[in-house]
C-alpha cells in the first residue's frame, strides 16, 4: 500500500503561472472527496458485436477480428497488454504521491513514426490477458494504493474493457477510471465506457492534415480527434478534485510539442482554448524524444525556445488551468519497461 510522501516525482511537472492549482481550499469546478460513479448502462455482451465487424476507431477497418482478421491497430479478438503497474509519471492531478494504476494495451490505431512507446504500437509487444484476468489486475492496482486506474491506448480493445470493468466495479472497484488515448477516437465507440470511465487524458496532436497525415497517416486527425473531445466531454464534464487535489472527475487535453511546429501547436492551444475555455486542463508537454528512423525536424528535440514561445501564446491566450513541463521531461529514461510486470 503506497503511504503518502513515499512517491517518486513526477516527471518534472511544474505549474506555470497559467497554473491554478495549490491555491487552498476548493476552486471552481472542484469539490471536496469523490461521489462516487455513475451508473453505468445495464451489462450486455456487445464484444462480438464490435469484433466481428470492427469500427472502433476512425480507421472503420470492417475487418472480422473474431474469425482472425486483422485491422490497421494490428490487434485480433483477445486484449494484449505489455504493462500495469504504479505510474508516476502522469500530471499531479492523477499521479499525485502514490502513482497511477496504469494498464499498458498494444497495438495502436495511429501508429506515429515518432511514438515513445514503439514497442508496442508499432512493433507488435505485449501478452495475452483472459476476461478473468483483466478484472483482476484492476483490483490488484487498487490494492497497491494507486489513485487511479489508468487506461493507456485501449482503443483496440473497448468491448473487453467495457466487460473488465463492470466485472471489477462488481468486485469492489471503487477508483476513478482514466481513459489515456491519442485522441483519434469514435465517438459511437467512447459510448461503450459511459458511466464507467470518470477521467479522459486525450491527446490533441495535431492541427494540419499535412502534418497528421505524414506522422500518424490520419489526415482527418484534427476533426477526429475534437469530435471524440465532445463526446468525452459530455460524458465526464468539468474537473472535480479530491480535498488533497487529486482528480476525480474530468479531463486533462494533452499536447505534445513537435520539432519545428510551433505554428501548428499555437492552432491547437486556440482551438481547445475556444472551445472548451477552463472547463478542462491543458497540458503542454516537452517530452518530445527523437526514435530510431525519424528525419528532418523530427530527428532532434524540441528547443526551449520553442517551447517557451508556445507556453507564453497559452498565457496571452488566457488559459488559466493547465501544466508545463521541464526540458528534462524529454529522456528515454522516461520509457516504461513494456517487460509483462503486473499482468
Not at 477480428?65 to 504493462?83: L, P, T
Amino acid at each position: 500500500m503506497c503511504r503518502k510522501g513515499t512517491g517518486r516525482s513526477s516527471r518534472t511537472w511544474r505549474c506555470a503561472t497559467f497554473v491554478m492549482l495549490g491555491s487552498g481550499g476548493t476552486g471552481p469546478g472542484q469539490k471536496d472527496g469523490y461521489d462516487g460513479m455513475i451508473q453505468a448502462p445495464d451489462r450486455s455482451k456487445e464484444s462480438e458485436k464490435w469484433l466481428s465487424d470492427c469500427q472502433l476507431c476512425p480507421r472503420a477497418c470492417h475487418v472480422d477480428r473474431m474469425r482472425g482478421e486483422r485491422g490497421f491497430c494490428g490487434e485480433g479478438a483477445r486484449v494484449r497488454c505489455a504493462r500495469a503497474a504504479l505510474h508516476l509519471w502522469e500530471e499531479p492531478v492523477l499521479s499525485g504521491t502514490c502513482g497511477s494504476g496504469a494498464v499498458f494495451f498494444s497495438g495502436c490505431g495511429l501508429k506515429c513514426v515518432f511514438c515513445q512507446n514503439a514497442q508496442i504500437s508499432l512493433e507488435g509487444a505485449g501478452w495475452e490477458v483472459s476476461p478473468e484476468r483483466l478484472p483482476e489486475i484492476f483490483l490488484e492496482l487498487q490494492e497497491r494504493g494507486a489513485h487511479n486506474i489508468d487506461l493507456i491506448t485501449g482503443a483496440s480493445f473497448l468491448p473487453q474493457i467495457r466487460e473488465a470493468l463492470l466485472a471489477a466495479r462488481d468486485r469492489g472497484l471503487t477508483l476513478p477510471v482514466a481513459y489515456n488515448s491519442g485522441g483519434y477516437e469514435s465517438p459511437e465507440a467512447l459510448r461503450l465506457l459511459e458511466g464507467l470511465v470518470q477521467i479522459y487524458l486525450p491527446d490533441v496532436k495535431y492541427f494540419s492534415p499535412e502534418l497528421s497525415a505524414g506522422c500518424s497517416h490520419a489526415p482527418d486527425y484534427f476533426e477526429r480527434a475534437m469530435a471524440a473531445l465532445e463526446e468525452m466531454f459530455r460524458q465526464v464534464g468539468e474537473p472535480v478534485l479530491s480535498k488533497e487535489g487529486i482528480l476525480q472527475r474530468g479531463m486533462v487535453v494533452r499536447h505534445l510539442v513537435l520539432p519545428g511546429q510551433t505554428k501548428d501547436s499555437k492552432k491547437v492551444l486556440r482551438s481547445l482554448y475556444e472551445t472548451y475555455g477552463d472547463r478542462i486542463y491543458i497540458s503542454i508537454l516537452n517530452q518530445y524524444t527523437p526514435m530510431p528512423g525519424v528525419t528532418g525536424d523530427l530527428a532532434r528535440r524540441v528547443t526551449q525556445d520553442e517551447y517557451d514561445r508556445v507556453v507564453t501564446f497559452a498565457r496571452r491566450l488566457g488559459i488559466s488551468r493547465g501544466f508545463v513541463q521541464e526540458e528534462t521531461s524529454a529522456d528515454e529514461a522516461f520509457i516504461p519497461a513494456f517487460d509483462g510486470t503486473g499482468l
